[in-house]
């Protein structure tokens, strides 16, 4: 492991070739995921992560383009990790979000990764976990994490941010239901976008309406999700949620939430990191050898699917992280 | 065979040329064949096509010129990419596309482009090159 010691270096000094090569490390290899989270651990916490999600065509990557801006605008360094669907026939992807943000892509504050759900087991949210932790550690004090919401992992993902914002547009028709299951609860923000389009009253009603049922844990809570409107051809269009991201950030700074989100994120992803490795080393041992002829005995009737899988954990325990 | 999930295309539109459909047809292609493929839309500069290749840490990048500018973007796109430390065909295999005649082609392959590709090209065909060039790549050598 001592070759990644000069890349890992070069990361931590803001070089944009290293931090790029550690992500596609902490994607693809496990071993080394490991090694180079544990080396850069220490010079991280001091990134602010916003989770931006919502429908297909809700116009997140727009929104971003200027969310960017205005954050660069006031000194941050912005880190942007966005996320789009492996195709679960072919195992490839098309990341077209980093199209509507390109003109940042020269910014020397700014770093985008595109990231594809790689038909996870787990192993998506560990790999942005990690990739957001490169970024801290490199000097990105404000990291935008865009996924679509529709599948369970990418809500895995955003609602371990500081601050979840869910977008959504007038016109998809059955406007709340659109929303994925569990978004509702977990967004800080609403933001209707798009609202120079026909139906936002719509929308913002039906919403309102959702809301009231969580009124009481609001008024707790001390943070009522404000709904607001952006039109992202403009960063004035796009004003007002970046205004509501600030404020709430105060917020959580100041209600002491930020520790209680940041208590909740930590043991997600301790969950995740031994999900994902136990899912990994599975799919392993089930394809190959002894493992892989209990599956024959499960369908022959030899042997219940139960015992088949306490048989798998016992020979699973002395074999985790050699 | 190198993982095709595991390998990372840019394909990228430098200069003022709006004509992307080619562009778009190979990406997908490329998707279907089980790559990643990031996209970055029209009107790019060989700043942001180069940035772009280094955030995305991609292995392959296709270059889609109709416009005839190629001479020009081309060698550009390679040069910065030499300054920043990135060889072609040792860090990154580079294809080109569109309206380009073979005069140039092979101009072009002298600088480091692997291969041009013109019009009425099979995606079997490119989808077949990048399969095998990766394999040359130091990153995918054992």
Redesign the interface.
Known sequence: MGSLEPLIEKALSGD??A???L??LVE?DEEKAREIIRRIYPHTGKAYVVGITGPPGSGKSTLLDKLIKLARNEGHRVGVIAIDP??PF???????D???M??H??DPGV????M?T?GSLGGLAKATNDAIKILDASGYDLIFVETVGVGQVEVDIVKTADTVVLVTVPGLGDEVQAIKAGLMEVADIFAINKADREGVEMVYLELKMALEFEREKWKQLGWEPPIVETTAFTLKGVRPLWEAIKRHREYMESSGRLKERRTFRAREEVKTIIASTIAKKIEEMLARGEEGELIGEVVERKLDPYSAAQLVMETLKENLWG | MVE???V?VVIAKPGLDGHDRGAKVV??A????????????IR??P??IV??V????ASVLGISILSGAHMVLIPKIIKLLEE???KPNEDIVIFAGGIIPPDDAEELKKIGVAEVFGPGTSLKTVIDFVDKAVENLKRFRA
């Open positions: 944009k070739r931090i790029a090569r992500i596609t693809n492996t195709s072919t195992g490839g992807a098309l990341l077209g980093r199209l509507r390109q003109r892509s020269t770093f985008i990764r595109s594809a790689r | 095709r999930s595991k990372r990406a997908r490329l998707k279907e064949a089980g790559y990643e493929v990031i996209y970055t839309g790019q500069t700043e942001q940035e772009t280094i955030q995305e840490d920043r430390g990135i």
